[in-house]
């Protein structure tokens, strides 16, 4: 969310955000998926499918399904935006007044377009 956020302004709009951002998503989108896998694995293929419980004398038969929650569901849909997150940073350039150095002719431009988030 940091290179995100450090992305909006013209002056922290520079290729180490963008690497750091996309990298930053993989990373988070591996972390989640492996998170919501291993979760899927441990809790739902050791629950039992069926049981039988004896109340007061009486068998009782019974079968189970196990599905997932909305945790789940809400873990794997965010890990699903990291990499939407990725793909914007892959499309937006970074502009071309950033890669310049503070002294160019272009650098003094780009402050005069957005002084309020450009750096003296």
Known sequence: LATDIQRTHLDGDVNCQ??????TGMAGFFS?????????Q????GFPDEGRTVVN????DSE???TLGPSAILLLVASLMKLIDVAIHCLVPVPEVT???KRSDKAHFAAEVDPIHTTK
């Open 18 to 23: 963008r690497l750091f951002g996309m990298l």
């Open 32 to 40: 989640g998926i492996s998170s919501a896998v291993t979760y899927i």
């Open 42 to 45: 441990a809790c739902g293929e």
């Open 57 to 60: 004398g009486v068998a009782i």
């Open 64 to 66: 189970f399904s196990h």
């Open 99 to 101: 890669c310049m150095t």
